[in-house]
């Protein structure tokens, strides 16, 4: 193992534990405005910085003149503060991120996967080792130890349960990535990771209850309440896949059979069936080509992405009429297009009563985010 996936533990007073988290979750800060921050007095504030930085984990950066004129040390934290790893292994490529614990990225590589992948593949997780690797060389030596790795997967997550759940092709991600012995891996699911993304950082920042819901390949949804992740007794919260569908006299619900009718696959055999033989230019290749069509006027492929968004609307309006969660957050390659959102409010509004429907705010990258703020909170509830 080298110098840098050397994970260490420190015994801190509760004192020097609230100054670590204030800097990581806060950024740089005079210990004035520490002390004010944390309620502390001057003497513990003291006691506090002395531990830290004798332990390496925070330095001084310049100074800062306060209101009184007098300049004030500004403390950050340091390089053996650490870093950790975010991991997103999606449905058409993986990404891996290293940030410091304080949210400043120092690495980062993607790589796409040759097709679309509705669950986790060996093909999948081995590229999820490459980009793990080209990250981890990009910082090595530089940025203190590894803390933690969060991989975001669509799977359940890692609670004592929901492991035995999981899909097939799923049990070896953390043993596959390459990580040092010692260095904590977590699977988190990744519709999981993006609500948690859009509420640290996204259109959802501080509400205390909101659901996400993710339409593309497959769909999902993340339920806040009360400030935090509703996982669920089995970690399976949310698993709109798991919805009986369809509910007809005539036919019987599938398992996962919402999954599959609203996920991309179908909806692009749907839109070549709708397509005219003649008149209409060939069939869009995907999704992405599809709404670009509708968007630019073109009449089949306009009925079909509405018919699409009334069906998403359909299912938000099932999470609103359950929950009532105030705020519903669309993500997602297909849900986050602006065609979508226009239709499910009007479903929405149809069907149960006035919610807020909007967009995230962070895209493509909500997952990923989302990993490594969950790889983040991690890394300092075993620090501090």
Same mark, same amino acid.
Request: net charge neutral.
């Given at each position: ?11 801190l ?48 950066? +310049?100074?800062?003149? !306060? *209101? #009184?004129g007098?300049? /004030?040390?500004? $403390?950050? =934290?340091?390089? &053996?503060?650490?870093?950790?790893? +975010?991991?997103?292994? !999606? *449905? #058409?490529?993986?990404? /891996?991120a290293? $940030?410091? =614990?304080?949210? &400043? ?9 040759? *097709? ?53 092709g ?11 012995d ?10 999981n ?51 009986p ?25 749907r ?43 359909r ?11 105030g ?29 807020e ?28």
């Amino acid at each position: 193992m080298d110098a840098t996936a050397t994970v260490d533990r420190f015994d801190l007073p509760a004192s020097a534990r609230a100054v670590l988290r204030a800097l990581a979750v806060d950024g740089p800060a005079t210990r004035p405005q520490l002390s004010a921050l944390l309620a502390l007095s001057r003497p513990t504030m003291s006691v506090a910085m002395a531990e830290l930085s004798r332990l390496g984990l925070v330095a001084g950066q +310049g100074s800062s003149r !306060g *209101a #009184t004129g007098r300049s /004030a040390v500004v $403390y950050s =934290l340091a390089a &053996r503060a650490g870093h950790v790893l +975010g991991v997103e292994i !999606g *449905a #058409t490529g993986v990404r /891996a991120a290293a $940030y410091t =614990l304080d949210g &400043r990225e120092i690495g980062a590589a993607e790589e796409r996967l040759p *097709a679309d992948q509705p669950t986790v593949t060996p093909e999948a997780v081995d590229a999820a080792a490459g980009v793990v690797r080209k990250v981890r060389a990009e910082v090595a030596g530089q940025y203190g130890p590894l803390r933690e790795v969060v991989v975001a997967a669509p799977t359940l997550p890692d609670t004592e349960r929901g492991g035995s759940l999981r899909p097939h092709g799923t049990a070896g991600i953390t043993d596959e990535l390459g990580v040092p012995d010692g260095v904590p891996v977590t699977v988190e699911n990744n519709v999981n990771c993006a609500a948690v993304a859009e509420h640290r950082f996204g259109v959802a920042r501080n509400q205390q209850m909101f659901a996400y819901i993710q339409v593309g390949v497959k769909i999902g949804v993340g339920i806040v309440l009360d400030g935090r992740l509703l996982r669920g007794a089995s970690g399976a919260a949310g698993e709109a896949a798991m919805l009986p569908f369809p509910w007809s006299g005539s036919q019987q619900p599938q398992r996962a059979g919402l999954e599959q009718f609203l996920g991309s696959d179908a909806l692009m055999e749907r839109c070549a069936a709708a397509w005219p033989a003649a008149g209409a230019g060939p069939v869009p290749r995907d999704a992405k080509a599809l709404f670009e069509a509708a968007a630019g006027g073109h009449g089949v492929a306009r009925r079909v992405v509405d018919q699409h968004s009334t069906d998403i609307g359909r299912l938000v309006a099932a999470v609103v009429a359950l929950i009532d969660p105030g705020l519903v957050v669309l993500g997602g390659g297909v849900g986050q297009n602006q065609l979508v959102l226009l239709e499910v409010r009007r479903t929405v509004r149809a069907l149960t009563w006035d919610t807020e429907v909007t967009i995230g705010g962070l895209g493509d990258r909500a997952t990923l985010l989302g990993a490594v703020h969950v790889a983040v909170s991690r890394a300092l509830d075993s620090m501090a």
